[in-house]
């Protein structure tokens, strides 16, 4: 039997955290799990994030189709050792993030683990498959996903229309409801950032109990560091009033970055006083 995992989202819940923990240990857990994060499959998500666009009729129908073949030859392409379990980590699998490009929630993701489903069944004659997602609490995840639209694009909407307009994108638990029900009778397993953000591998400690590597191996694989600090209220507001600069991408971005270095190492040093 091939065991399987693929932990497809969603944004802004520790997916980085978790990610940089895969990166770190992979030596350690190569023998066991071959890794597979976003840099080696870049054109699946490409593909995922393009099933986000609903706008055209019958354009969806193409972009799934596509999905499902840049899936397939992912799998095609990726050798496991015996036993090793394939575990794939990638937060495009739930389709673009809502803030960009007029994309209001992840109504792409249930179709696209759907789409995963049917391809991984194909593709493998014995499948023990899991779809893993990394959840919040709403309200922790509108706070996040507004810093990080407004730290990484020129997203000018204030935090309490960003808050009213995207609250449904907030709503996790809805979503993985909506995705239980396009891969029944599989089940999707979800883990809530809350509820790990203080133990030692953060997000990561969900994805270990799936793994159940062996005791000294789990024993010897060294924690994530801590990412992705939040931004304070006079941050957000000064990086809204930058996005409405009409300046290139290229300049907006140098001077969000000299920006947010000087505010923290300020911060750092009233700290140590």
Known sequence: MTRVIIHAGFHKTGTTSLQQFLEINAATLA??????????????????RDC????????????????????????????????????ISCEALVGRMPGREGILTFDAAAGLASNMVKVADRHFDNLDLTLFYTTR???????????????????????PEFTETFRRAGDLDAIVTSIAKAIAPRI????????TADDLFGPA????????????VADSLEPPKHLNRQLDGFEKSKLQELNTRDITDAELNQIKRRFLRKRRNRKKRQEND
């Not at 354009?59 to 090793?84: E, H, M, P, V, Y």
Request: with cysteine; glycine share 4%; aromatic share 6%.
């Open 31 to 48: 023998p066991y799990v071959r890794v597979l994060l976003k840099s080696q499959m870049e054109d699946v998500a490409s593909c995922a």
């Open 52 to 87: 986000s666009n609903r706008s055209i009729p019958g354009l969806n129908t193409i972009k799934q189709a596509a999905f499902r073949r840049r899936f397939a030859d992912l799998l095609q392409r990726t050798s496991l050792a015996d036993g090793q379990i394939l575990l």
């Open 137 to 159: 609490g709403q309200t922790s995840w509108m706070r996040s996903a507004y810093s990080h639209l407004l730290h990484q694009s020129k997203f000018t909407m204030s935090e």
């Open 188 to 195: 999707p397993v979800s883990s809530q950032l809350e509820t």
């Open 205 to 216: 400690t969900a994805l270990l109990r799936l793994l159940n590597l062996p005791t000294e």
